[in-house]
Structures are given as structure tokens and as C-alpha cells.
């Protein structure tokens, strides 16, 4: 088995702090997808990475928010850390209950196994990923017979104790998803994921499908659960109010790389990356109490395709404060006090505006 030294500084990732309090350490996490090239990809392969270099660190007890426009590589991360893909480069620190450290990216299919149970998932969307031909006991108990966790009453034991920590009524065990609403839907996908009794949530745009009535009942859901159970969360979404909401830090990411990260209130109040500020300044704001400095404008231009990067910087093309180096130099991430970074030459310096409480 391989494990890795938990207590290894690294410069580049300021929520990497040593500490036992990190769950999960991802460190220099790259994906690469191979790419086929013409006439029924015969004529060449290439590949580029949707995600690149990532070191992220998630705090036992928190939510970490990882946020960015459609195709910057959120899901593939998410998906590295719960090995659903095996990452090309890196290392994904994981600290068990025993205190110890193991390197989830470099274990085998067998080695994993303990790990499916701890570190779970909430798919995106309930109508898609339910199952219409299954009763809600198969589909939330499914994942206690794959993991060899419980069977028979026990099983039913522990669905029914899931089903009612959701809010939903255990009696309904024996219905299948048609009978239920969006919402509904929902709490079975997340009782699904909590029914091994899991340490990390990997939940990719769990509220993105569902209506702006039923999404805050289910924020509201993940908070208390996370509270009542001690979970930590790594929270995907595209939709930076839902990040706000529920997330404690938040990672920005742009072409499969972390851009910025800080604690919610200081990234929203004061951004540190341009194209943070693009995001804020695109926000809809529905509370009233919030307010920007700045007039509201959609983002300028399309994200690039990640197997093409421009040089330099790769927000470069759509960045209203670029100057002539961020063409050809690629800025490093610069550590802005204790857990705070940006990806920018001139982070130090430039002077954002982000969104602020009235
Ligand atoms: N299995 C895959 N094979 C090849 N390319 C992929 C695969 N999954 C995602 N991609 C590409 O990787 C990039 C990042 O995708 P994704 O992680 O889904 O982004 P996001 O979740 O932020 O929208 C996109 O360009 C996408 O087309
Ligand atoms: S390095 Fe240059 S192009 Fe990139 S975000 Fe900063 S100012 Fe914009
Ligand atoms: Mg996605």
C-alpha cells in the first residue's frame, strides 16, 4: 500500500497547511484525456490535460467550493478524488480514521475497495442517475450490498434510517422514483450517498437541476447533515450563489487549473483574480442585500479549448486588465496571506471589485 507523509509543506497551496485537520490533500493533480485526430481517429492521437497541477487541500468539517464556467474541469477533478478516473500525475493524501495517511491515486482497483464507502458521491441529476425499474430500498441499499456493509433487515435498517435523516418517510421504501418530485429525487440520491456512512461528499452541481424553491430546502438539507453527521464536503457547481450559500472556501478554477482560493466572504467581497471578478460581475444578484461596485456584464468571449491553451496566461484573451507579459509568462499562484491565492502577475496590486453586503 502506499502512503505518503501527511506532513509534507508544499509552497503552492496556502490551504495546504500540515495538519491533521486536512481530510484530503490533493497535490500537483494532473488529468489527461487522450484525444483522437481525423478520419475515425486514425490519422493521430494527441492529448491535453482538463485538469492540471491542483493542489487543493479539504479541511475535515468544511465545504469546499470548487467553482468555474462549464468545461474548466471541475468534474474530472471531482472525479479524480473519488477515482472514478485514476489521475496521470499527482498524489490525493487521504487521512483515514486512524490517522493515517494513504496516496488514493496510486492505489488499485482491490486497494480501493475500503475507500468506495468513505468517499461518496451525489449525482447531478435525480431523474437521470435513479433507476425508474428500482424501488427506492434497492436504489438507497444498493450501495450496502456492493461494499459488503449489510443485508437483510439490517439493510432495510439502514435505509429506513437514511430515508428519515433526508426527511423523507421510510414507509415509502417500497415505491419506485416516479412517485416522487424533483426534490424528493434528490434527498433518495443523497440518502444513496450517506448510507455507507461516508467521511467526504464529492456533490458535482447536486442543486444545478432543481428549482430555485426546492434548491434552498436542499442546501439547507446538506448543511444540517453535515453538521448532524460531521461530513466534509467538496462542492462542484458553476453557479457562484449556490457557492456562497453553502461553502466555507472556495477554489476558482479556469482551464484545469486553480486560479484563486480563499475563505467565501473575503473571495466574494474582495476578489483577488480578474477573472473571479468576471464571475462576481456576472452574478445575478436575487438578495437585495447584496450590491456591486460594478455595473453587471456578462463575461466577455468563450472559454478556449482546453486542448489548445493560449500561452501566457490562459485567461489572457479575455482579461480586461492583461498587459504584455501575461501573453508569454505564465504567472504562478501567489500566496496572499494565510489561505488565500491568486493566479495573477498582478494580484498584489490590482484593485477588484467583488460583491458586498449592503
Ligand atoms: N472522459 C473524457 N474524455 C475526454 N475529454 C473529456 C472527458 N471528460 C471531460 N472531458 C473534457 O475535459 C474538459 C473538462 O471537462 P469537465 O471536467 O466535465 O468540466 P466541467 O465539469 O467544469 O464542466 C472539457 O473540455 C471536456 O470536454
Ligand atoms: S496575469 Fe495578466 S491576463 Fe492573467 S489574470 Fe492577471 S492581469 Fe489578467
Ligand atoms: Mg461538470
Known amino acids: 500500500m502506499t502512503t505518503v507523509n501527511a506532513d509534507r509543506s508544499h509552497t503552492d497551496a496556502p490551504s495546504g ?4 485537520d486536512v481530510l484530503l490533500r490533493i497535490r500537483n493533480l494532473s488529468m489527461r484525456f487522450q484525444l483522437s485526430s481525423g478520419f475515425l481517429g ?3 492521437r494527441t492529448s491535453f490535460h482538463a485538469v492540471r497541477e491542483v493542489n487543493l487541500s ?6 469546499l467550493g470548487l467553482v468555474g464556467e462549464s468545461g474548466c474541469g471541475k468534474t474530472t477533478l471531482g472525479r479524480c478524488v473519488l477515482r472514478a478516473y485514476k489521475p496521470t500525475h499527482g498524489e490525493l493524501a487521504y487521512r483515514r480514521e486512524d490517522g493515517t495517511v494513504v496516496d488514493l491515486a496510486r492505489l488499485g482497483r482491490g486497494e480501493l475497495r475500503p475507500y468506495r464507502r468513505e468517499i461518496r458521491t451525489v449525482f447531478q441529476d435525480p431523474n437521470s442517475s435513479l433507476n425508474p425499474r428500482m424501488t427506492l430500498l434497492q436504489i438507497v441499499g444498493e450501495p450496502l450490498l456492493v461494499n459488503d456493509l449489510a443485508r437483510g433487515a439490517e439493510l432495510r435498517d439502514r435505509v429506513a434510517e437514511v430515508l428519515r435523516l433526508v426527511g423523507l418517510r421510510p414507509e415509502y421504501m417500497r415505491r419506485y422514483p416516479h412517485a416522487f ?9 443523497i440518502a444513496r450517498a450517506l448510507v455507507t456512512r461516508p467521511r467526504l461528499v464529492v456533490a458535482d452541481e447536486a442543486v444545478s437541476a432543481l428549482d430555485v424553491s426546492v434548491r434552498s430546502q436542499i442546501l439547507n438539507l446538506l ?19 449556490v457557492i456562497r450559500h453553502l461553502c466555507d472556501r472556495v477554489a476558482v ?5 486553480i486560479v484563486e482560493e480563499g475563505a467565501t466572504d473575503d473571495l466574494f467581497t474582495r476578489p483577488r483574480h480578474p477573472y473571479t471578478e468576471s464571475l462576481l460581475r456576472a452574478l445575478p444578484l436575487p438578495d437585495p442585500r447584496l450590491r456591486s461596485t460594478k455595473k453587471r456584464v456578462p463575461l466577455r468571449g468563450e472559454v478556449p479549448d482546453p486542448a489548445s491553451p493560449p500561452p501566457g496566461c490562459t485567461f489572457h484573451p479575455r482579461c480586461p486588465y492583461a498587459q504584455g507579459r501575461c501573453a508569454t509568462d505564465e504567472p504562478a499562484l501567489i500566496p496572499l496571506g494565510r489561505s488565500a491565492a491568486a493566479r495573477c ?8 471589485a467583488g460583491v458586498t453586503d449592503s
Not at 497547511?17 to 491533521?20: D, F, G, M, R, T
Not at 479539504?58 to 465545504?63: D, L, P
Open 345 to 352: 502577475h498582478y494580484a498584489d496590486s490590482l484593485q477588484l
Open 17 to 20: 497547511a500540515a495538519s491533521a
Open 58 to 63: 479539504i479541511r475535515r468539517g468544511e465545504t
Open 181 to 189: 418530485s424533483g426534490g424528493e429525487r434528490q434527498r433518495i440520491g
Open 42 to 44: 486514425l490519422t493521430g
Open 223 to 241: 448543511e444540517d447533515l453535515q453538521e448532524q453527521l460531521g461530513l466534509t464536503y467538496l462542492f462542484v457547481s458553476h453557479d457562484l450563489s
Open 253 to 257: 478554477m479556469y482551464l484545469g487549473r
